[in-house]
T-cell receptor, first 118, second 111 residues
Framework: NAGVTQTPKFQVLKTGQSMTLQCAQD?????MSWYRQDPGMGLRLIHY???????DQGEVPNGYNVSRSTTEDFPLRLLSAAPSQTSVYFC?????????????????FGPGTRLTVL | KNEVEQSPQNLTAQEGEFITINCSYS?????LHWLQQHPGGGIVSLFM???GKKKHGRLIATINIQEKHSSLHITASHPRDSAVYIC?????????????FGQGTILTVHP
Protein backbone atom coordinates (compact mmCIF):
# COMPACT_ATOMS: atom_id res chain seq x y z
CA ASN A 1 0.00 0.00 0.00
CA ALA A 2 1.18 3.51 -0.80
CA GLY A 3 -0.73 4.88 2.20
CA VAL A 4 -1.58 8.57 1.90
CA THR A 5 0.04 10.43 -0.97
CA GLN A 6 0.13 14.15 -1.61
CA THR A 7 1.19 16.21 -4.60
CA PRO A 8 2.96 18.47 -5.13
CA LYS A 9 5.61 18.44 -2.39
CA PHE A 10 6.49 22.08 -2.94
CA GLN A 11 4.62 24.93 -4.59
CA VAL A 12 5.15 28.66 -4.98
CA LEU A 13 2.19 30.79 -5.95
CA LYS A 14 1.60 34.45 -6.53
CA THR A 15 -1.13 36.25 -4.66
CA GLY A 16 -4.46 35.69 -6.40
CA GLN A 17 -3.52 32.47 -8.16
CA SER A 18 -5.55 29.33 -7.63
CA MET A 19 -4.37 25.78 -7.33
CA THR A 20 -5.35 22.33 -6.12
CA LEU A 21 -3.44 20.22 -3.65
CA GLN A 22 -3.98 16.55 -4.34
CA CYS A 23 -4.46 13.85 -1.70
CA ALA A 24 -5.13 10.17 -2.24
CA GLN A 25 -5.24 7.11 -0.01
CA ASP A 26 -5.45 3.41 -0.86
CA UNK A 27 -6.58 2.09 2.52
CA UNK A 28 -10.32 2.47 1.89
CA UNK A 29 -10.59 4.94 4.76
CA UNK A 30 -13.90 6.73 5.09
CA UNK A 31 -12.50 9.74 6.94
CA MET A 32 -10.12 12.16 5.28
CA SER A 33 -8.99 15.55 6.46
CA TRP A 34 -6.78 18.50 5.58
CA TYR A 35 -4.62 20.31 8.12
CA ARG A 36 -2.28 23.25 7.95
CA GLN A 37 0.80 23.51 10.12
CA ASP A 38 2.26 26.90 10.95
CA PRO A 39 5.29 27.73 13.14
CA GLY A 40 4.40 27.94 16.81
CA MET A 41 0.94 26.53 16.25
CA GLY A 42 -0.41 23.03 16.31
CA LEU A 43 -1.96 21.38 13.30
CA ARG A 44 -5.30 23.00 12.50
CA LEU A 45 -8.17 21.34 10.69
CA ILE A 46 -9.24 23.00 7.43
CA HIS A 47 -11.88 20.63 6.03
CA TYR A 48 -12.82 17.03 6.49
CA UNK A 49 -14.91 14.32 4.86
CA UNK A 50 -16.61 11.24 6.26
CA UNK A 51 -17.22 9.62 2.90
CA UNK A 52 -17.72 10.24 -0.80
CA UNK A 53 -20.02 13.19 -1.34
CA UNK A 54 -19.83 14.37 2.28
CA UNK A 55 -17.59 17.22 3.38
CA ASP A 56 -17.62 19.74 6.20
CA GLN A 57 -15.62 22.67 7.50
CA GLY A 58 -12.98 22.51 10.16
CA GLU A 59 -11.68 25.40 12.25
CA VAL A 60 -9.88 27.37 9.48
CA PRO A 61 -11.88 26.81 6.26
CA ASN A 62 -11.85 30.31 4.76
CA GLY A 63 -10.17 30.49 1.37
CA TYR A 64 -10.29 26.74 0.79
CA ASN A 65 -12.72 24.40 -0.97
CA VAL A 66 -12.90 20.63 -0.97
CA SER A 67 -14.86 17.90 -2.68
CA ARG A 68 -14.94 14.13 -2.30
CA SER A 69 -16.14 12.35 -5.40
CA THR A 70 -14.43 9.05 -4.56
CA THR A 71 -13.34 7.30 -1.38
CA GLU A 72 -9.72 7.54 -2.47
CA ASP A 73 -9.32 11.22 -3.36
CA PHE A 74 -9.76 14.41 -1.36
CA PRO A 75 -8.37 17.47 -3.17
CA LEU A 76 -7.99 20.86 -1.50
CA ARG A 77 -8.52 23.94 -3.64
CA LEU A 78 -7.12 27.37 -2.94
CA LEU A 79 -9.46 29.77 -4.67
CA SER A 80 -7.36 32.94 -4.62
CA ALA A 81 -4.07 32.45 -2.82
CA ALA A 82 -3.02 34.92 -0.14
CA PRO A 83 0.30 35.24 1.74
CA SER A 84 -1.54 34.14 4.91
CA GLN A 85 -1.98 30.74 3.28
CA THR A 86 1.76 30.15 3.25
CA SER A 87 2.01 26.98 5.29
CA VAL A 88 2.67 23.26 5.25
CA TYR A 89 -0.43 21.28 4.37
CA PHE A 90 -1.06 17.74 5.51
CA CYS A 91 -3.72 15.35 4.38
CA UNK A 92 -4.71 12.55 6.76
CA UNK A 93 -7.07 9.60 6.74
CA UNK A 94 -8.46 7.09 9.20
CA UNK A 95 -11.20 4.54 9.68
CA UNK A 96 -14.47 5.82 11.06
CA UNK A 97 -14.57 2.96 13.57
CA UNK A 98 -17.56 1.24 15.11
CA UNK A 99 -18.51 4.38 17.02
CA UNK A 100 -18.13 6.55 13.89
CA UNK A 101 -15.59 8.74 15.67
CA UNK A 102 -12.48 8.71 13.49
CA UNK A 103 -10.43 10.69 15.98
CA UNK A 104 -10.39 7.58 18.17
CA UNK A 105 -8.57 5.66 15.47
CA UNK A 106 -5.02 5.70 14.17
CA UNK A 107 -4.37 8.65 11.90
CA UNK A 108 -2.36 8.21 8.69
CA PHE A 109 -0.69 11.33 7.34
CA GLY A 110 0.59 12.20 3.92
CA PRO A 111 4.12 13.61 3.45
CA GLY A 112 2.89 17.21 3.28
CA THR A 113 2.92 20.04 0.75
CA ARG A 114 5.00 23.12 1.48
CA LEU A 115 3.20 26.11 -0.03
CA THR A 116 4.60 29.61 -0.35
CA VAL A 117 2.40 32.47 -1.51
CA LEU A 118 4.27 35.57 -2.60
CA LYS B 1 -5.07 28.73 27.54
CA ASN B 2 -4.49 26.10 24.85
CA GLU B 3 -6.71 23.06 25.02
CA VAL B 4 -3.71 20.78 24.61
CA GLU B 5 -0.44 21.80 26.20
CA GLN B 6 2.88 20.03 25.95
CA SER B 7 6.00 20.42 28.01
CA PRO B 8 8.77 21.00 27.54
CA GLN B 9 8.69 22.79 24.19
CA ASN B 10 12.35 21.96 23.58
CA LEU B 11 14.34 19.09 25.01
CA THR B 12 18.00 18.25 24.54
CA ALA B 13 19.42 14.96 25.75
CA GLN B 14 22.54 12.86 25.53
CA GLU B 15 22.36 9.44 23.94
CA GLY B 16 21.18 6.85 26.43
CA GLU B 17 19.19 9.21 28.63
CA PHE B 18 15.61 8.53 29.72
CA ILE B 19 13.26 11.13 28.25
CA THR B 20 9.80 12.24 29.33
CA ILE B 21 7.44 14.49 27.41
CA ASN B 22 4.23 15.60 29.04
CA CYS B 23 0.82 16.46 27.62
CA SER B 24 -2.11 18.00 29.47
CA TYR B 25 -5.45 18.53 27.82
CA SER B 26 -8.63 20.32 28.74
CA UNK B 27 -10.84 19.02 25.93
CA UNK B 28 -13.33 16.55 27.16
CA UNK B 29 -12.64 13.24 25.45
CA UNK B 30 -10.97 10.32 27.16
CA UNK B 31 -8.30 9.40 24.64
CA LEU B 32 -5.06 10.77 23.32
CA HIS B 33 -2.75 10.38 20.34
CA TRP B 34 1.02 10.64 20.27
CA LEU B 35 2.57 11.45 16.91
CA GLN B 36 6.14 11.80 15.71
CA GLN B 37 7.23 14.29 13.07
CA HIS B 38 10.63 13.63 11.56
CA PRO B 39 12.98 16.42 10.47
CA GLY B 40 11.91 15.72 6.88
CA GLY B 41 8.37 16.66 7.88
CA GLY B 42 6.51 13.35 7.73
CA ILE B 43 4.09 12.60 10.58
CA VAL B 44 3.53 9.10 11.90
CA SER B 45 1.22 7.84 14.58
CA LEU B 46 2.98 6.34 17.60
CA PHE B 47 0.15 5.58 20.00
CA MET B 48 -3.54 6.06 20.57
CA UNK B 49 -4.49 5.31 24.13
CA UNK B 50 -7.54 5.69 26.28
CA UNK B 51 -6.31 4.10 29.50
CA GLY B 52 -3.24 2.80 31.25
CA LYS B 53 -0.04 2.29 29.35
CA LYS B 54 1.17 1.20 25.94
CA LYS B 55 4.69 0.16 24.94
CA HIS B 56 6.34 -0.12 21.58
CA GLY B 57 10.03 -0.85 21.60
CA ARG B 58 11.73 1.89 23.62
CA LEU B 59 8.65 4.11 23.64
CA ILE B 60 6.14 4.02 26.46
CA ALA B 61 2.98 6.11 26.65
CA THR B 62 0.84 6.49 29.76
CA ILE B 63 -2.42 8.28 30.35
CA ASN B 64 -4.35 9.37 33.41
CA ILE B 65 -7.90 10.06 32.26
CA GLN B 66 -9.04 11.62 35.54
CA GLU B 67 -6.17 14.10 35.54
CA LYS B 68 -6.30 14.57 31.73
CA HIS B 69 -2.58 14.03 31.50
CA SER B 70 -0.40 11.81 29.38
CA SER B 71 3.33 11.19 29.19
CA LEU B 72 5.56 9.81 26.49
CA HIS B 73 8.75 8.16 27.68
CA ILE B 74 11.74 7.15 25.61
CA THR B 75 14.19 4.75 27.22
CA ALA B 76 17.83 4.59 26.16
CA SER B 77 17.42 7.54 23.79
CA HIS B 78 19.25 7.54 20.48
CA PRO B 79 20.05 10.32 17.99
CA ARG B 80 17.51 8.80 15.59
CA ASP B 81 14.83 9.67 18.17
CA SER B 82 15.43 13.34 17.36
CA ALA B 83 12.09 14.60 16.09
CA VAL B 84 9.07 16.66 17.06
CA TYR B 85 6.63 14.77 19.28
CA ILE B 86 3.03 15.89 19.14
CA CYS B 87 0.09 14.94 21.29
CA UNK B 88 -3.49 15.32 20.12
CA UNK B 89 -6.78 14.91 21.92
CA UNK B 90 -10.18 14.26 20.38
CA UNK B 91 -12.59 17.00 21.34
CA UNK B 92 -16.23 16.43 21.94
CA UNK B 93 -19.20 17.69 20.05
CA UNK B 94 -20.61 16.73 16.69
CA UNK B 95 -17.59 17.23 14.47
CA UNK B 96 -16.72 13.54 14.46
CA UNK B 97 -14.35 14.14 17.35
CA UNK B 98 -12.07 16.82 15.96
CA UNK B 99 -8.49 16.41 17.01
CA UNK B 100 -6.87 19.28 18.87
CA PHE B 101 -3.10 19.23 18.60
CA GLY B 102 -0.42 20.41 20.95
CA GLN B 103 2.34 22.63 19.63
CA GLY B 104 4.87 19.83 19.75
CA THR B 105 8.05 19.08 21.69
CA ILE B 106 11.29 19.37 19.76
CA LEU B 107 13.62 16.60 20.92
CA THR B 108 17.30 16.59 20.05
CA VAL B 109 19.43 13.65 21.14
CA HIS B 110 23.18 14.12 20.88
CA PRO B 111 25.59 11.21 20.45
Amino acid sequence: NAGVTQTPKFQVLKTGQSMTLQCAQDMNHEYMSWYRQDPGMGLRLIHYSVGAGITDQGEVPNGYNVSRSTTEDFPLRLLSAAPSQTSVYFCASSYMGLAAIPSYNEQFFGPGTRLTVL
Amino acid sequence: KNEVEQSPQNLTAQEGEFITINCSYSVGISALHWLQQHPGGGIVSLFMLSSGKKKHGRLIATINIQEKHSSLHITASHPRDSAVYICAAPSGGTSYGKLTFGQGTILTVHP
